[in-house]
């Protein structure tokens, strides 16, 4: 029996006046479900790294990347993933970040308690109830 592939991947939780931002996931049995947005970690690269390289290849848009808020790992049939969930906001000048995502139809911008839940891939799930939100959330709006 061969053993089951891991992998790290960086999971942005970005952050902007009060809502978090989620992706629809296109392929492969997850295809169509809900998760932060992301993607697999490089060979010796952090995931705040990957947190920003990855929304800037797949949404065109720039984040600051600020730390790490929880790891979780998630075996899937075909694969095991290791998340990190990283704690992100937009740019010091977010409007044209915000207009991409607002003309894209696989992303949106939801509060916590609007979540879809029920159509999350299952480890963003996990991850989305058992984020500290109220702390997450409460930082956001101080910066104001």
């Known amino acids: 029996m061969q053993s089951q592939k891991h992998i790290d991947v960086a999971a942005a939780v970005v952050v902007h006046d009060n809502k ?3 992706a629809k996931r296109r ?8 998760e932060f947005p992301g993607g697999k970690l490089e060979k010796n690269e952090s995931a705040e790294h990957a947190a920003r390289r ?3 290849e797949e949404l065109d848009i720039s984040i600051i990347a600020e730390r790490t808020l929880l790891v979780l790992e998630h075996a899937y049939p075909d694969i095991t993933v290791r998340l990190h969930f990283v ?3 937009l740019t010091d000048s977010p409007e044209p970040c915000l207009q991409k995502t ?3 139809p696989e992303v949106g911008w939801f509060t916590p308690q609007e979540f ?3 159509q999350f891939c299952p480890a963003d799930r996990i991850a989305a109830i058992n984020l ?3 702390q997450i959330i409460i930082r956001e ?3 104001d």
């Open 20 to 22: 978090v931002l989620l």
């Open 27 to 34: 392929g492969g049995y997850l295809d169509n479900l809900w």
């Open 54 to 56: 990855e929304l800037h």
């Open 87 to 89: 704690r992100c906001s």
């Open 102 to 104: 607002v003309t894209n």
């Open 116 to 118: 879809p839940l029920e």
């Open 132 to 134: 500290p939100w109220p």
């Open 141 to 143: 709006e101080r910066n």
